[in-house]
């Protein structure tokens, strides 16, 4: 299957729509990334049954800002919406093998559970001075994320 290349008007839809994703985000001038798109090229042609896309930072900016994608590349996995991967830094086609076989092997409605249970937890936490803007909610500690 062929990458999808990602923008403001498909970004929301493709996370939506996609059981297990795959996002690639790099820029041209980025070498460690040219050197990981054969990587992530191989993996979406050998892995059908998930989506593989790509979102350029410098043609997206205002997306790769609003993520606070600050090294690229960075990759994110998501299941069933749900973000359970981030990680700035290529990666060889071994390593990434195995993160994709271990996102498509996670139960989509624990996945779900999980991120439903912590946003509830996070709301009710008495946070009532803290910004929700100042975090990244994938720096949480998921018991599914397997390098």
């Not at 050998?46 to 896309?53: L, R, S």
Request: net charge negative; hydrophobic share 45%.
């Amino acid at each position: 299957m062929a990458t999808v290349e990602l923008t403001a008007e498909n970004f929301a839809s493709t996370i939506e729509n996609s059981d297990t994703l795959f996002i690639d985000f790099w820029a041209a001038w980025c070498g460690p990334c040219r050197m990981f798109a054969p990587v992530f090229e191989g993996a979406a042609e050998k892995h059908t049954d998930a989506t593989f896309a790509k979102l350029d930072t410098e043609a997206q900016q205002e997306i790769a800002a609003a993520l606070e994608i600050q090294s690229i590349p960075t990759l994110m996995a998501f299941r069933g919406g749900v973000l359970v991967y981030r990680e700035a830094g290529a990666m060889n086609a071994a390593g990434f093998d195995q993160l994709v076989e271990a996102v498509k092997a996670l139960d989509v409605e624990e996945v779900r559970q999980q991120a439903a249970a912590a946003q509830a937890a996070h709301e009710a936490g008495g946070h009532a001075d803290h910004d929700h803007a100042d975090h990244d909610h994938a720096d949480h500690d998921h018991a599914d994320h397997q390098h």
